[in-house]
């Protein structure tokens, strides 16, 4: 019986894994090795990894993790976690290589997965030269035309915030009509205007050159943006019964102060419990749902010896 399962160890799940162990108690973190960022050949804006790859961060944290010998470290996918049958509050965790294993308490960092448009030449530029964020992302383009694919509301916002890093064209193909709030930010923001759509992203690859409108036209671009819709990577929260909410790009997991979702027991962090999402803010959700979950255990465990 594990004091803790952390389901998903990304940095979200690791992060909340340091802090447990320091706790000297009992826990467990599954991982199945699909962190979101694996497209992006580096991790930008993270406070002394700047530049750095992603896995080589994470493949640190499970290197200094595994100093603690309470740390019990799965490589695997969860298929099913369910709520105990007595009266004490336990979970059940079924891995899909047939372990069981069991803790008190558990931490869902498992992420959120990015949709992104079936548009050719999108998908394996994805986390390279087109991308969704710009403060991980922007420094590096170094300036020039930069296009943002307006698919969203919010892709108003996106082509304004961007238009710091470059010369932005915002495509505006398939979005509602533009009010006049946002036609005038933009031109504040010297952001171009292209109705023409976008049918293919090219260049050599991871590389871009530009975007090929349907005219026939090729947008000479250095970098694509775009509002990428998420879904919950797992099915676990919903599984569990945990209240999901509308974030700003899909739903995720709801969660109080203490990252603990509407079901006992639970506690969420990292993507799939936030609405503004990079590497710096799950590892800050990771330590709030650790010390939210030690907590609990702490009032549980004094309960139960006023009741013995």
């Not at 962190?35 to 991790?43: I, K």
Request: one cysteine or more; hydrophobic letters at 50%.
């Amino acid at each position: 019986m594990f004091d803790v399962i952390i389901i998903g160890g990304s940095f979200a799940g690791l992060s909340a894994a340091l802090q447990l162990a320091r706790t000297r108690r009992p826990i467990a973190v599954i991982d199945a090795g699909m962190p979101r960022n694996r497209f992006a050949a580096r991790a930008h804006g993270v406070l002394a990894q700047d530049g750095k790859s992603g896995s080589a961060i994470l493949a640190e944290a499970r290197a200094q993790l595994a100093a603690y010998p309470n740390v019990s470290q799965l490589t695997g996918t969860v298929r099913q976690a369910t709520p105990g049958s007595s009266g004490k509050l336990a979970f059940s965790v079924s891995l899909d290589d047939g372990q069981l294993i069991a803790g008190r308490r558990l931490i869902l960092a498992t992420g959120v997965r990015d949709v992104l448009p079936q548009l050719p030449g999108v998908a394996e530029r994805w986390g390279q030269t087109v991308l969704h964020c710009p403060y991980c992302h922007g420094y590096e383009i170094g300036g020039g035309p930069i296009g943002v694919l307006g698919r969203l509301p919010a892709s108003v916002h996106q082509a304004s915030l961007i238009a710091d890093w470059g010369d932005v064209t915002l495509f505006t193909a398939g979005m509602p009509p533009l009010d006049d709030d946002a036609l005038q930010l933009l031109a504040r923001r010297n952001v171009a205007l292209e109705s023409t759509a976008v049918m293919a992203v090219e260049g050599n690859a991871p590389a871009l050159s530009g975007a090929r409108l349907a005219d026939g036209r090729l947008l000479p671009l250095r970098a694509l943006f775009l509002a990428a819709p998420v879904q919950q990577a797992s099915a676990l929260a919903q599984q569990l019964g945990c209240v999901l909410e509308e974030g700003m790009m899909g739903p995720i997991v709801q969660v109080d102060a203490m990252k603990m979702t509407s079901v006992p027991g639970v506690h969420a962090a990292g993507d799939a419990a936030r609405a503004m999402a990079n590497i710096t803010f799950a590892m800050a959700d990771g330590v709030m749902a650790a010390v939210g979950a030690h907590h609990a255990l702490i009032m549980e465990d004094g309960q139960a010896s006023h009741r013995a």
